[in-house]
Nanobody
Framework: VQLQASGGGLVQAGASLRLSCVASGSDFSSNAVGWYRQAPGKEREFVAAITGGGATNFADSVRGRFTFSRDNAKNTVYLQMIRLTPEDTAVYYC??????????????WGKGTLVTVSS
């Protein structure tokens, strides 16, 4: 499975962005998918995950602002982010597991997409 994240950009605080994670090489509609981020000078951290069954988990810092959606026809998972703050600035990575369960570290990783939030 190859993953490609996209949708990052430069936005002002309070804005919204939608990140996309497209999988190729396999149907991942039933796989767990996760998003992680790494801010400059910091370690990578968990952001959110969705299992193959649709259960979701979010980091406390994004809960209530970030949501998931899936388009199985496009083999794509979306991360909708609203009310962005400068603390959300990071490179965002999508990842997936071989099966429907979420566990860390995840099995497959894509290249990241940069999100920059200006104050």
């Amino acid at each position: 499975v190859q993953l490609q994240a996209s949708g990052g950009g430069l936005v002002q605080a309070g804005a919204s962005l939608r990140l996309s994670c497209v999988a190729s090489g396999s149907d991942f509609s039933s796989n767990a998918v996760g998003w992680y981020r790494q801010a400059p000078g910091k370690e990578r951290e968990f952001v959110a995950a969705i299992t193959g069954g649709g259960a979701t988990n979010f980091a406390d810092s994004v809960r209530g602002r970030f949501t998931f959606s899936r388009d199985n026809a496009k083999n794509t998972v979306y991360l909708q982010m609203i009310r962005l703050t400068p603390e959300d600035t990071a490179v965002y990575y999508c990842a997936a597991n071989r099966g429907p369960d979420w566990y860390d570290p995840m099995d497959y990783w894509g290249k990241g997409t940069l999100v920059t939030v200006s104050s």
